[in-house]
């Protein structure tokens, strides 16, 4: 069985979640710095390799009216490095409102200040794996 990995890109921070065996659910999450794409690419591609990954979803932040914008077209162009570095299948997922739902999520559990800014990236790209995951069941 192979695991899927979803990931929220930022410029300082990249969310990454990776399924469970069933690909069920979230089973792990963690946080790459992404000061540097270079870096990050390569931690993701090791990450993937690691936990046996078999599909990869990258986050697609289309605008609220459905188009997209800067941001869109730069996770599409990652999404395609991320392909041919990791040789690992690629799809785009939208992700509108997974950041909001994220901060949601972290104020309800009292998750202020630095332990925010330092996990929010993360609960994102567990909530795109979700979203993903239960498409896939449909």
């Not at 399924?19 to 993701?44: H, M, R, W």
């Not at 800067?70 to 395609?80: I, N, V």
């Amino acid at each position: 069985m192979m695991r899927i990995m979803a990931i929220d890109l930022g410029d300082a921070r990249t969310g990454v979640a990776i399924s469970d065996l069933l690909c069920s659910i979230t089973g792990s999450t963690a946080v790459v710095p992404s000061y540097n794409e270079e870096k990050a690419l390569a931690e993701i591609c090791r990450m993937a390799r690691e936990n046996g990954v078999g599909q990869i979803v990258v986050g697609l932040p289309k605008n609220m009216d459905g188009t997209e914008g800067p941001r869109a077209e730069k996770c599409r162009a990652f999404a395609a490095r991320l392909e041919e570095a990791s040789g690992i299948p690629v799809a785009m997922w939208d992700e509108r409102r997974t950041t909001v739902e994220a901060h949601n999520i972290l104020s309800q559990h009292n998750y202020h200040g630095k332990k925010r800014k330092n996990t929010v990236d993360a609960v994102a790209a567990s909530l795109i794996l979700e979203g993903y995951l239960a498409f896939r069941g449909r």
